[in-house]
């Protein structure tokens, strides 16, 4: 196997690759021996339609997953630590490189998509999509969606029961009756 350094350069060529936000980009890493730290970069930070950085945090989230999957391609074993210094709130994530693993098949081929993947503003084709793939779209909807071409007006959820004026679970209210 190469050594950690190479094994991550490689796997990052595939992070860079990750969606993101008006493509954006907003991510930096930090490559250091047999670690690489992802960071969120918030000089790319987008303020008018990403107020909260939610949009931004969710692509950082993509580069890391396009990082973790380009190294289980590779036959990688690592560890991913989340958030690991609390007080830098742009350090998201530090992935180690701790071995060698066997390659995972799914995840080559995840990994291979990588490199196809693009964005196209062209118009959408006006063909309707072949019959057959709509009735596999709309096979059994999971719990809680409801199937493609399903024009039903959603309904809305019930209201949250009001918590403030229920006991906590596992206490008994004390009034007196």
Same mark, same amino acid.
């Given at each position: 196997?190469?050594?950690?350094?190479?094994?991550?350069?490689?796997?990052?060529?595939?992070?860079?690759?990750?969606? #993101?936000?008006?493509?954006?980009?907003?991510?930096?890493?930090?490559?250091?021996?047999?670690?690489?730290?992802?960071?969120?970069?918030?000089?790319? #930070?987008?303020?008018?339609?990403?107020?909260?950085?939610?949009?931004?945090?969710?692509?950082?989230?993509?580069?890391?997953?396009?990082?973790?999957?380009?190294?289980?391609?590779?036959?990688?074993?690592?560890?991913?630590?989340?958030?690991?210094?609390?007080?830098?709130?742009?350090?998201?994530?530090?992935?180690?490189?701790?071995?060698?693993?066997?390659?995972?098949?799914?995840?080559?081929?995840?990994?291979?998509?990588?490199?196809?993947?693009?964005?196209?503003?062209?118009?959408?084709?006006?063909?309707?999509?072949?019959?057959?793939?709509?009735?596999?779209?709309?096979?059994?909807?999971?719990?809680?969606?409801?199937?493609?071409?399903?024009?039903?007006?959603?309904?809305?959820?019930?209201?949250?029961?009001?918590?403030?004026?229920?006991?906590?679970?596992?206490?008994? #209210?004390?009034?007196? #009756?």
């Amino acid at each position: 196997m190469q050594d950690a350094t190479e094994t991550l350069t490689a796997a990052l060529r595939y992070a860079v690759l990750a969606p #993101s936000s008006h493509n954006s980009q907003p991510w930096s890493f930090r490559l250091n021996g047999n670690e690489v730290e992802l960071w969120a970069d918030r000089t790319r #930070s987008l303020p008018v339609v990403d107020p909260h950085d939610r949009e931004l945090l969710i692509s950082c989230g993509a580069a890391l997953h396009h990082l973790r999957v380009a190294l289980a391609a590779a036959g990688t074993d690592i560890e991913v630590e989340r958030l690991p210094e609390p007080v830098l709130p742009d350090f998201l994530a530090r992935v180690t490189v701790r071995g060698v693993a066997i390659p995972d098949p799914a995840a080559i081929r995840l990994r291979d998509a990588m490199a196809r993947r693009h964005t196209t503003r062209r118009p959408f084709d006006r063909r309707s999509a072949p019959l057959n793939l709509i009735h596999r779209l709309q096979g059994e909807p999971r719990a809680g969606r409801r199937a493609v071409g399903d024009r039903r007006p959603r309904s809305r959820p019930a209201p949250a029961p009001d918590r403030a004026r229920r006991p906590a679970a596992g206490r008994q #209210s004390t009034a007196a #009756s």
